[in-house]
């Protein structure tokens, strides 16, 4: 009954607004973390297409710039762990020890072999039973060349799925002399996301700069306010004046477990109030910690705690629960 309501709500808005596409907000999202993160090698082409052929409903990008001001598509501003840097370009490191992504063109970062997450003092995969280090022939790439092979996928599937980009320490980038934010918006308009009805949301970690977006930059987007401390959980009211949605830590949602039942925080009442969507990062079957299971990660959090959709490594099991759900 519920399913056939949110199947009915969605076909009023599509026949509302015939001419535009809607943005999928009107159910549970499933964000595909640094893509099928959990099969394939982080932020590749390859998890990205992987991930779309697991129908979820966005695939995440981390943006970091290169040299030559080019948005690459990695989780950190260093590239010592995910990439054969230290082997290819031996002095090319900081006096910090690390290789900067910031440092290098994007002709030179494309000479890298890009792999699985290690450690990059001991060598170690970080996920054991991931994609095996080393293996496989995997690049670096530019969120210019994500956005097509996602656009591309779409066209040859005939499936809407997007994107959620987000700017990556934007305040280390004015530091270097260079503007990530306002490089990344021109390059989504340039590919057609440029309001609430495009296909995008947009994530950042700092405030400051997600509200520049809106107010100064004014962009249209759909954005999220990524949060992980304590104290941000008390500035929901300031995040709606600019936000769309709070991507919190998952652990930001649980209280304590009282007779083997999840009590919750305030968090997701109070967002919702607010009008605000809630995506809880990260869920990772391999890395459960406060869980038994999978399966009660999952119920816990987008069923029991209402969330509105989930960054996940494991986007597969996330899909399959929710068809299995509604
Ligand atoms: O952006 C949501 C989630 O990805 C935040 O964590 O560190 O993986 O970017 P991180
Ligand atoms: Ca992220």
Sequence with gaps: MKSILVILIGLLCVSCNPNKKEIILNKKIVIAHRGASAYLPEHTLASKAMAHAMNVDFIEQDLVLSKDNIPIVIHDIYLDDVTDVAVKFSNRKRTDGRYYVIDFTFNE?????????????????VYQNRFPIWKGNFKLHSLQEE???????????????GIYPEIKQPVFHKKE?????????????????????????????????????????????????????????????????????????????????????????????????????????????????????????????????NVDGAFTDFPDLVVHFLENKY
């Design 109 to 125: 970062l494309k000479t890298l072999q890009a792999t699985e997450r290690f450690d990059s003092k001991t060598g170690k995969q």
């Design 147 to 161: 956005i097509e092979l996602v656009q591309s996928l779409n066209k040859s599937t005939h499936k809407n799925i």
């Design 177 to 305: 002399g260079k503007n990530l934010t306002e490089i990344v918006l021109k390059v989504l308009a340039d590919y057609g996301y440029n309001t609430k009805k495009d296909n995008c949301i947009l994530q950042c970690f700092d405030a400051e700069e997600l509200e520049r977006i809106r107010v100064e930059l004014k962009s249209e987007l759909f954005l999220v306010q990524l949060i992980e401390n304590s104290e941000e959980t008390n500035k929901l009211e300031y995040f709606a004046t600019y936000a769309d949605g709070l991507g919190p830590w998952y652990k930001q949602i649980l209280d304590k477990k009282v007779n083997g039942k999840w009590q919750f925080t305030n968090l997701v009442a109070e967002a919702h109030k607010l009008g605000l969507k809630v995506h809880p990062y990260t869920f990772r079957a391999d890395d459960l910690n406060d869980f038994l299971s999978f399966e009660e990660m999952m119920q816990t959090l987008l069923i029991d705690a």
